[in-house]
C-alpha cells in the first residue's frame, strides 16, 4: 500500500491553469502506474489521465485531451496534473491513484489500489 497526498487544488477563472501534484511515500511507487480521476457532485467519478509506470506512455480522456498533461518524476515519488485552459465543467474533486502493476494506466477505477483524500478544482465562468 503507498499514501497518496494530492496538493495545488484551488479556485480559477476558465481559461485559467492549475497543476496538481501527487506525492506517494514510498518507493514502489516507481512500479505503478498512476492516475487521476475526478468527481463532481452528483456525477460518478471519471477517469481523467493516467501515465504508465516507467513514464513510458500516457493516456488522456476525451474531454481533457489538449488541455491537461500528466507526468511523473519517480526520483521525487509525485505525480503532475497540468491543467490548462479550464473549463467549469473541470470543476471537480481530482483524486490520484496507484495501480500496483507494471502496466500502462487504466480508465477504470476498480484496476487502482490506493487513492489519494482528492483536492478540489473549482473553475468559476
Known amino acids: 500500500q503507498v499514501q497518496l497526498v494530492e496538493s495545488g487544488g484551488g479556485l480559477v477563472q476558465a481559461g485559467g491553469s492549475l497543476r496538481l501534484s501527487c506525492t506517494a511515500s514510498?518507493?514502489?511507487?516507481?512500479?505503478?502506474?498512476m492516475g487521476w480521476f475526478r468527481q463532481a457532485p452528483g456525477k460518478e467519478r471519471e477517469f481523467v489521465a493516467g501515465?504508465?509506470?516507467?513514464?513510458?506512455?500516457?493516456y488522456y480522456a476525451d474531454p481533457v485531451k489538449g488541455r491537461f498533461t500528466i507526468s511523473r518524476d519517480n526520483t521525487d515519488n509525485t505525480v503532475y496534473l497540468q491543467m490548462n485552459s479550464l473549463k467549469p465543467d473541470d470543476s471537480a474533486v481530482y483524486y490520484c491513484?496507484?495501480?500496483?502493476?507494471?502496466?500502462?494506466?487504466?480508465?477504470?477505477?476498480?484496476?487502482?489500489?490506493?487513492w489519494g483524500q482528492g483536492t478540489q478544482v473549482t473553475v468559476s465562468s
Open positions: 491513484a496507484a495501480r500496483r502493476a507494471l502496466a500502462s494506466a487504466s480508465a477504470s477505477p476498480g484496476d487502482y489500489d490506493d
Open positions: 514510498a518507493r514502489t511507487f516507481n512500479n505503478y502506474a
Open positions: 501515465i504508465r509506470w516507467d513514464g513510458g506512455s500516457t
